[in-house]
């Protein structure tokens, strides 16, 4: 127990002066040095008041100023969460991979790759816009799943996952009917083959089945329009893309 005069002093408010810094959002972080209990808890205060990026600082200031207290470690993965909940995202994932990097074996670990897998999801954008995201954010949510399959963000990972798949089929689509739109047969039925191949699990995957179908009697390749067809029908024999495939085969492969 620490004495109460400690304690008062830890909840005083940390004087913030304004400076000469480029980005006037940002609070003044020049050196003064606190013991480590009021440092951390500066922090928690303004975490808990929502002042995400001022919480942040000082949190890296635990760490900049006591690196080998017991409080640092803690310290590391609380400005990750606070750049993260101001949506620093870059920041936030090189406090975690910091934490990471000195702490791999830690308790918190999965919590710390949990974070950097948010971080890039919560960046995904349109599937009319380049996935390099979406793609970073697949493989840090496999990253957390492959690592700590039984923990407990694994699960919100496996669902996340599932709509960063819908989200990279979307892609592939988008791409696949532009080609289509174009009569480029080929480029577009190698966009529609990776749907199936890649995303069958996708909701986009009845549509790719009917545009291989379309595509592949485009090109004359009539057996391979033929089992697209099939696979089509097998799994999927009430949907509108079945339907639209059954009449196209009827109309330019009455005999296949």
Partial sequence: MRRP???????????LVAGCSKNKNRPDTQYVARDVSTLYMAGKQRLDRGAYAEAAILFDEVERQHPYSPWARRAQLMSAFSYYASRDY?????SAQRF????????????????????????????TRDQKIT??????????VRRFPDSRYASDARLKLDLVADHLAGKEMEVGRFYQRRREWIA?????????DA????????????????????????EEAKRAAAVLGANYPGSEWYARSYKLMREHAPGA
């Fill in 199 to 222: 995303y069958q699990r996708t909701s986009h995957t009845p549509e790719a089945l009917e545009r291989l179908v379309e595509c592949y009697l485009s090109l004359g390749v009539i």
């Fill in 188 to 196: 577009a039925s190698l966009r529609f083959r990776k749907v199936v």
């Fill in 135 to 144: 793609l970073q954010a697949n493989d840090a949510l496999n990253e957390l």
């Fill in 90 to 94: 870059t920041k936030s994932i090189q």
């Fill in 100 to 127: 990471l990097s000195i702490h791999p074996g830690n308790r918190d670990a999965p919590y710390a790759y949990y974070l950097i897998a948010l971080c890039y999801y919560e960046q995904i954008s349109d599937v």
């Fill in 5 to 15: 005069a400690l304690l008062t002093a830890a909840l005083i408010p940390i004087i």
